[in-house]
């Protein structure tokens, strides 16, 4: 009797944010990681949700691009391949925030931002062979009244420099976020339920990126 074993599909995660691969991690998911590397600079969009997608497919659809050249080339086995770019921005009264350029403008953020609302919209694209699907997963988050010497103390730390909105919610900013409306994962870069929607528009189930259980030979 013939026996024809799945082999898993294989996520490629198209970012260079390690808050990205450790919710994958946790979810029991150990991605590839591929930077795409693109310029983000030069694109623009007519909302924050736009500009989030259409950075989160150009990264993807880098990616997938040299995933492709490397399988015609044999360097990587055929098999199915999915290709996940994300992209994060605040949008807050009107204006879209990325990262701080520096420490002076996160400061100055978070003096706009205290006490208000913003809304962390975050771009994803899944890629498998010539189809996609997207969408984008948006969450309202509430920032508490903080003081002119907490920012000054948490601009000092460099955490709100490096991250898209200037804040955390699952690192040391996670102090100055009184609730959200939505998921956290989309607040942190990649929100988990909409990806098992966006394998299953694919085709796939998330159960198969689940790391799969060390089985002891014999
Ligand atoms: N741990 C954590 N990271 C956050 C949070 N909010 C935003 N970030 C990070 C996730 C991403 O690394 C970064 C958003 O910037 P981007 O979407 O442009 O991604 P990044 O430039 O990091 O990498 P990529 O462009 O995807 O290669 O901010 C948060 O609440 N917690």
Redo the contacts with the bound molecule.
Sequence with gaps: MRTRTQVPPRLVLA???P??RKLLQAAGIEPEVL??GIDESDIRAATAEDLCLELARR?AQAVADRVLAAIVAGHLPPGDTLVLG???VLEFQGEVY??PGDASEAFKRWQRMRGQWGVLHTGHCLIKGDVRADAVASTVVHFADVSDEEIAAYVATGEPLN???A?????IGGAFVERIEGTAGT???LSLPLLRELLADLGHSIVELWRQPQTLEG
């Design positions: 970012s260079a944010s808050a990205r930077v795409s990264k994300c992209d994060s990325g990262k991250v898209a909105g804040f955390t919610i699952d690192g607040v942190i870069g």
